[in-house]
Structures are given as structure tokens and as C-alpha cells.
């Protein structure tokens, strides 16, 4: 069943990897140092860099997972909801006669007699 303090979290979780990537993303390879080196620490940015976006997409599935576990939730509560509610007033239909004549249409009949 849903719950909103799970959202909450995967929302949270969600925001930290994002900030965690950023932060990834503004290392650069020092320029000062050799090929092999900035070949090396390019690689492992690399790794790390999709280490997290993995982390992050696991993060919106999960988070999908649980919007959609709300809603349907709230849906078939609303619709639960509807359905009692037209039942009651079904039966409350049921329980009144119908009149044939209202009121106007008594009045009306009655001005067509004095004329």
C-alpha cells in the first residue's frame, strides 16, 4: 500500500544523488599531470558519473512504482466512494413516489378554468 513517508524518502534520495553527480561532474582532470594519469582519472569519473545516474534511475522507478500505488489507491477510494453514493440515492429515488402533477401545473389548470 502506499505510503507517503516512503515518497518522501525516494524524493530525498533522489535530490542527494542529483546534488552527488553535480558535484561529480565539476571534477576535471588536472592538466598538469600526465596522459596516463588524466586518462586514468577520466575513466574512473566515468564510472562513478554512471554509478550514480544508475542510482538515480533505480530511484525514479522506484518512486513511479509508488505514485502509481498511491493513485490507484485514491481511485479505486473515489470510485468505492461514487458507487455508495449512487447506490443511496438510487434508493432514496426508490422510496419517493413521484407526484404527477407539481404544483405549477395545478395552478395553470386552474387560471385555463377561470377564463
Same mark, same amino acid.
Not at 461514487?82 to 386552474?110: D, G, I, V
Given at each position: 500500500?502506499?505510503?507517503? !513517508?516512503?515518497?518522501? +524518502?525516494?524524493?530525498?534520495?533522489?535530490?542527494?544523488?542529483?546534488?552527488?553527480? &553535480?558535484? $561529480?561532474?565539476?571534477?576535471?582532470?588536472?592538466?598538469?599531470? $600526465? !596522459?596516463?594519469? !588524466?586518462?586514468? =582519472?577520466?575513466?574512473?569519473? /566515468?564510472?562513478?558519473?554512471?554509478?550514480?545516474?544508475? +542510482? $538515480?534511475?533505480?530511484?525514479?522507478?522506484?518512486?513511479?512504482?509508488?505514485?502509481?500505488?498511491?493513485?490507484? %489507491? &485514491?481511485?479505486?477510494?473515489?470510485?468505492?466512494? /461514487?458507487?455508495?453514493? =449512487? %447506490?443511496?440515492?438510487?434508493?432514496?429515488?426508490?422510496?419517493?413516489?413521484? =407526484?404527477?402533477?407539481?404544483?405549477?401545473?395545478?395552478?395553470? %389548470?386552474?387560471?385555463?378554468?377561470? =377564463?
Amino acid at each position: 500500500m502506499f505510503s507517503e !513517508n516512503k515518497l518522501v +524518502q525516494l524524493k530525498q534520495k533522489i535530490e542527494h544523488l542529483t546534488r552527488e553527480l &553535480a558535484t $561529480i561532474n565539476q571534477t576535471q582532470p588536472i592538466p598538469e599531470l $600526465i !596522459n596516463t594519469t !588524466n586518462i586514468l =582519472r577520466t575513466n574512473e569519473y /566515468l564510472t562513478h558519473a554512471n554509478e550514480k545516474k544508475t +542510482q $538515480i534511475i533505480s530511484s525514479y522507478e522506484e518512486y513511479v512504482k509508488e505514485l502509481e500505488a498511491y493513485l490507484t %489507491s &485514491a481511485l479505486e477510494r473515489k470510485l468505492a466512494f /461514487l458507487k455508495k453514493t =449512487r %447506490s443511496r440515492l438510487e434508493k432514496k429515488a426508490k422510496k419517493r413516489p413521484r =407526484r404527477k402533477h407539481t404544483k405549477k401545473s395545478k395552478k395553470k %389548470s386552474a387560471k385555463k378554468r377561470r =377564463r
